[in-house]
């Protein structure tokens, strides 16, 4: 019994070890940049130049068409290629998700959340944190 939980754990070990050695290529990358937008309060419209970054696995099909959306909104397609960039001027009122879709299926690959940010009213403490009175 022992040895057959052995000879389990060994084959394990090598499968890991060779999904790890075929390499990183097997997910897809998404990044949007930036990941926070900073607005007013929550009614204002949020104004940022994006950045956004995919990469699919090399195994896939090179002529799977992928396309970029806003809220459901498309940005870009592309057709015949496993990587892509696009420079994207956002005036969302969040939340606003940026997704990776299949072109002909609209089925979501992965997508990424352009979080808000509101700015904080100063306002002046009256005592000391450390204060006990």
């Known amino acids: 019994m022992t040895k057959r939980i052995g000879l389990l754990i060994?084959?394990?070990l090598l499968l890991m070890q060779s999904n790890h050695a075929a390499g990183?290529?097997?997910e897809v990358?998404?990044?949007i940049t930036p990941r926070y937008c900073v607005v007013q309060?929550?009614?204002h419209?949020?104004?940022a130049q994006m950045t956004i970054v995919w990469a699919m696995p090399t195994s896939a099909t090179s002529a799977e068409p992928v396309c970029v959306k806003e809220n459901n909104r498309t940005l870009q397609c592309w057709e015949g290629v496993s990587t892509g960039q696009l420079q994207h001027k956002a005036e969302v009122q969040l939340?606003?998700?940026y997704s990776l879709t299949h072109k002909n299926t609209g089925e979501l690959i992965v997508s990424s959340?352009?979080?808000l940010q509101t700015v904080r009213s100063s306002r002046r403490r009256l005592r000391s944190?450390?204060?006990f009175f």
Do not use: R
């Open 41 to 43: 309060d929550v009614q």
């Open 29 to 31: 990358t998404f990044s």
């Open 10 to 12: 060994q084959v394990l």
């Open 129 to 131: 944190v450390w204060s």
């Open 24 to 26: 990183g290529d097997k």
């Open 45 to 47: 419209v949020c104004v």
């Open 95 to 97: 939340p606003a998700i």
């Open 113 to 115: 959340e352009l979080e």
